[in-house]
Structures are given as C-alpha cells and as structure tokens.
C-alpha cells in the first residue's frame, strides 16, 4: 500500500494506491474456463491520533489496485497516520505514513 | 491406552476448535461492511445501507466522471459537495451486477471531497448519493463505456 500525504492550505490531503487483485468472483480463468474465487478489500480505514478520519467500504466494482483520494482537517505536518485493509477472505494489511 | 485416547481426542477437539475460530474471525473484523454491497437491486441497496430509497436530486453536488470511458475496469470518480454535516458518500453504478460499488464514512473534520477508480460492466447511469442530516441528495451522470470491466 502506497500511501502520500501532504499539507494543503490547511488540509492533509492523502492518496492511497493499495496493491490488491480486486477478484469479483465473476471472471474466468482463460485456461481452465473456472471461475476466479472472489477477492477483494472491503474495508479501508484511515486513522489519525486514533481518531478515524476515513473509512472507505468496497464491492466489486472497485478497480484492481484500488485508488483513494480525501483529505481532513486537524492534522499537521510529520503526524503519523495509520492505515489498514481488510479483504473478503480476511486478509489485513496496514502501513503508516507521515504527514509531509 | 486409554489416557492416550482421551489425548488424542482432547487434540483433534482442540484443533477443531481452533479452525472454527479462524473461519469466524474474519466475519468478526467484517462486521461494519453492509449485505448492501451483495444485492441486485439499487433500491434494496439503498434500503439496506440507508433504510431509504428516497433520493432528492441536488445540483450542490460535483460529480467527476468521464462521459466516455474507453477502458471500463478503471473509471476515475470524484464526488465533492457544499451540502453541510454530510456523513457518508456513496457511488452507484445501477447495471453492474451489484449496484453499490463504494460507500464512504466523512467523520466530522474529513472533508465532502473523494476520489475512486470503479469498474463499469457497460454504458450506463453512475449515482452518486450524498447523505447528510438524513436526507439522501443525489446527482447521476451516464457513462458510455467501449469496452466493459467485468470481462476478463
């Protein structure tokens, strides 16, 4: 997960590009003609000061390696924030990023 | 012999166990994420996630999406408003197999201001629905789309 996060005018503005597959459930292997078992994250969280500034929840329909974009006010630059996914199939992944 | 046994199965009974816990865990840490996002219906996932389908058409609303999208898997979205005390932003994409592609929580302080990439199966209408001091405000935009982003 690929996290920036920058002060501007006043606001931290994050963008998020988390590698994941991003599987509906719903695409077939070309070679063997099964179909792909589903996996896709369904929940990232962004938190700042423990304090939840962001949570996104996806279906499907979100594009592989998926791309998020918001910014919140209350932070200042070299803060920490955490964040964290959660896939379909329990998989977790988190990072922590400073605030530029 | 018997000891044994009674060991035996004290293990396998401690593994079973064990397993089961691994395969509840992950509905535990998935316990926010709405059953909106499984169905077929726009409606019903409004009502699921929202326990309303009464949208109220809103020009506050600026909904960023391409008219044309050449390449359906990856269509930038950004929805951003004026409208005060908004909660959370939703993005429907009524003809993909399940309508409801991302849902967001604005806690107080995070601005009415986010970017996605959704997929899009074909041409239609994208939603984007804004809730704020329970209403539901929406702005819808079609899309036409080359080629799909289910197919693979």
Redo the contacts between chains.
């Keep these: 997960m690929k996290v920036k996060a920058k002060m501007k005018k006043g606001l931290v503005v994050v963008k998020v590009l988390a590698k994941h597959p991003m599987e509906t459930g719903m695409r077939k292997d070309k070679k063997t003609d099964e179909l792909i078992p589903a996996k896709y994250i369904q929940e990232l969280i962004c938190k700042h000061q423990d304090k939840v500034v962001f949570e996104a929840n996806f279906g499907r329909a979100i594009s592989k390696n998926p791309y998020v974009a918001f910014s919140f006010k209350g932070g200042q630059s070299g803060d920490t924030l955490s964040l964290t996914w959660v896939d379909n199939t329990g998989e977790t992944k988190a990072v922590e990023a400073v605030i530029k | 012999m018997q000891d044994k046994r009674r060991l035996l199965l004290k293990s396998v009974l401690g593994f079973t166990a064990m397993v089961a816990a691994v395969t509840v865990?992950?509905k535990l840490?998935?316990a926010?994420?709405?059953k909106a996002?499984d169905v077929e219906s726009m409606d019903e996932a409004l009502n699921d996630l929202y326990g309303s389908n009464e949208l109220i058409t809103d020009d506050r609303i600026t909904f960023k999406i391409p008219e044309i999208a050449e390449n359906g898997?990856?269509?930038p979205v950004?929805v951003k408003t004026d409208i005060p005390n908004v909660r959370t932003i939703s993005i429907f994409?009524g003809k993909?197999?399940?309508p409801?592609?991302?849902?967001?929580?604005?806690?107080e302080?995070?601005?009415a201001?986010?970017?996605?990439?959704?997929?899009?199966g074909e041409t239609m209408i994208v939603k984007a629905v804004v809730e704020a001091d329970g209403k539901l405000y929406t702005t819808e935009k079609e899309v036409k789309v080359t080629i799909g982003?289910?197919?693979?």
Excluded at chain 2, 100 to 107: G, M, N, R, T, V
Excluded at chain 2, 113 to 120: A, K, P, T, W
């Design positions: 865990m992950p840490a998935m926010k994420w709405s996002f898997a990856v269509v950004t994409a993909n197999p399940q409801l592609a991302a849902s967001f929580k604005i806690p302080g995070t601005e201001n986010i970017s996605v990439r959704i997929r899009l982003g289910c197919g693979g």
